[in-house]
C-alpha cells in the first residue's frame, strides 16, 4: 500500500504540468495570505483616517467599481482563461495571442461606456439612488479608475490562462492594496474620502501597466 503510494506521488512529480500547478497553487496561497493581511491593513488605515462616514463613502466607492468591472468585462475574464489555456495546450499560440489582445480591446470599450455614463449621472446616482449627495464627487474620481481596475481584473485572468498565477495573484493582492497605501499615506489623507478613492484609482492605472508588462512579458513565452 505504501510502494503504491509513493509510486503515485513519484509519478506525480513527474508530470511537468500537475508540478508547474502544484507549483502555482502554492505561491497563489502564499501571496493571497499576504494579500489578505495588506488588504486587512488597508482597512485599518482607511477607518482609522477617515472615521466611520468617510471609511463608508470609500468602500461604497469599491463595491461600485467592483460591480461595474464585473459587468464591463461581461464573462471575458473566465473565457480568457479557458481559450487562452486550450490554445497554448493545442499548440496554437496565434490564436492565444489574438484571444488575449481581443479581449482587452472589448474589454476597454465596455468599461470606457459604462465608467463614462457613471461619471456623467455621478450627480443623479449619488443623490437619487444612494441617498447621499456627498458620494457625488468620490464617485466621479472612481469612475475615472474603473477602466484600469477591470482591465487589471482581465490581465490577471489571462495571465492565469498563460500560467503566471504567482504574476495575476500578485497583481491583485499584493500590487493593488500596497500602492493603494503608499499614495494613500503619501497624498490621499489630506482629502478625505475623495483622497482615499484618488489613491485607489491612481493606484489602479500604475497596477494596470505593471499588468500589462507582465502580460508583453508573457505573450511571446506562449508555448
Known amino acids: 500500500m505504501i510502494d503504491l503510494i509513493l509510486t503515485r506521488v513519484k509519478g506525480f512529480l513527474g508530470d511537468v504540468d500537475l508540478a508547474e500547478i502544484l507549483k502555482g497553487a502554492a505561491a497563489a ?18 477607518a482609522r483616517n477617515l472615521g466611520p462616514a468617510g471609511a463608508g463613502i470609500y468602500f461604497l466607492a469599491l463595491a461600485v467599481a467592483t460591480a461595474t468591472t464585473v459587468l464591463g468585462m461581461a464573462g471575458m475574464g473566465t473565457s480568457s482563461i479557458r481559450f487562452i489555456a ?8 496565434g490564436q492565444a495571442r489574438s484571444v488575449a489582445n481581443l479581449a482587452v480591446s472589448r474589454g476597454l470599450i465596455f468599461l470606457i461606456l459604462l465608467s463614462g455614463l457613471i461619471f456623467v449621472f455621478s450627480g443623479f446616482l449619488s443623490g437619487t439612488v444612494f441617498g447621499k449627495p456627498e458620494f457625488e464627487k468620490p464617485l466621479r474620481y472612481i469612475s ?6 477591470g482591465i ?3 490581465v490577471a485572468e489571462q495571465l492565469r490562462g498563460m500560467k503566471r498565477i504567482s504574476a495575476a495573484t500578485s497583481l491583485q493582492s499584493i500590487f493593488l492594496p500596497t500602492i493603494t497605501l503608499a ?3 503619501a497624498f490621499g489623507r489630506n482629502f478625505f474620502a475623495e483622497g482615499a478613492v484618488l489613491s485607489f484609482t491612481a493606484a489602479a492605472v500604475l497596477v494596470m501597466f505593471i499588468g500589462l ?7 511571446p513565452a506562449l508555448n
Open 86 to 93: 486550450a490554445s497554448n495546450e493545442a499548440g496554437r499560440f
Open 29 to 46: 496561497f502564499i501571496i493571497r495570505a499576504c494579500g489578505a493581511v495588506l488588504g486587512f491593513a488597508l482597512g485599518v488605515v482607511i
Open 213 to 219: 508588462g507582465f502580460r508583453q512579458i508573457a505573450l
Open 152 to 154: 487589471l481584473q482581465l
Open 144 to 149: 475615472i479608475g474603473i477602466t484600469p481596475f
Open 183 to 185: 499614495l494613500f499615506f
